[in-house]
């Protein structure tokens, strides 16, 4: 399943999953670019872990609501890699509210980043990706459920499940596979955020092993899915979430 000598963009990986997945394609032999919207130091350690272990990568800032930047990060990874193969489009917020708390501005902020960016920079990748490139958005395994608070959070990874299923076709002249993961609670910053152990110690119930996922757990099926063992895989939501109900 290598992806040697592939060049991968990995969006939102300088921390959580798209870090690990950043690291695990970096080990695996691909060339990286680690996207990053502030933090230029967490994205410089992965770099550096890569590195480390033989590995080439760059890290790249680029706010993915806004196209021209989206753009940017294409063009600055062809001009530095020469082509781009991978594209894990992993960047996204989770902010939950009661409906009567939701305002516009957070509604719009949560859609800019999850719907909006990830298609704009799948509009990239139909323009610059080579020929048996492959492309992995994000959903979530709460679209399942019925969870006070995450109605927006949900309704934006609806929205890229079907973005997923609709571009299937579009992208297979080209060769192009394009599949959604829908990770169940896995233990990051973004998901440990503002709860409680109480509240934490609830969803690791809800699966069939008792505890939350880890970020390696979604990168290894990220590493499945953009390798040619996975070619006659397209326009899936693979649930990986540990039997999360």
Avoid at 37 to 42: A, F, I, L
Avoid at 91 to 115: K, S, Y
Avoid at 165 to 194: H, M, W, Y
């Amino acid at each position: 399943m290598s992806v040697q000598g592939k060049v991968a963009i990995v969006t939102g990986a300088s921390r959580g999953i798209g870090r690990q997945i950043a690291i695990q394609l970096g080990q695996a032999g691909a060339k990286v670019v680690i996207n990053y919207s502030s933090n230029q130091d967490k994205a410089n350690e992965v770099v550096k872990i890569i590195e480390q272990a033989g590995g080439d990568a760059a890290a790249i800032r680029g706010d993915i609501s806004k196209v021209s930047e989206v753009e940017a990060l294409f063009s600055e990874t062809i001009g530095q890699f020469g082509r781009v193969d991978i594209l894990v489009n992993n960047a996204g917020i989770m902010d939950t509210l009661p409906i009567a708390e939701m305002t516009e501005e957070r509604f719009d902020r949560q859609f800019n980043i999850n719907v909006k960016g990830t298609y704009f920079a799948c509009q990239q990748a139909m323009r610059h990706m080579a020929g048996g490139g492959t492309i992995i958005n994000f959903s979530t395994s709460v679209s399942g459920a019925m969870l006070p608070t995450y109605s927006v959070y949900a309704a934006t990874k609806g929205a890229v499940e079907q973005l997923t299923r609709q571009l299937a076709k579009e992208f297979a002249p080209k060769d192009i596979t394009i599949n959604c993961i829908a990770p169940g609670q896995v233990s990051t910053e973004l998901f440990l955020n503002g709860k409680s152990e109480e509240l934490v110690d609830s969803f690791r119930r809800m699966n069939a092993f008792g505890r939350l996922g880890e970020p390696e757990d979604i990168a290894n099926a990220v590493e499945l899915l953009v390798s040619d063992k996975a070619r006659w895989i397209t326009g899936q939501t693979i649930r990986v979430n540990g039997g999360f109900n």
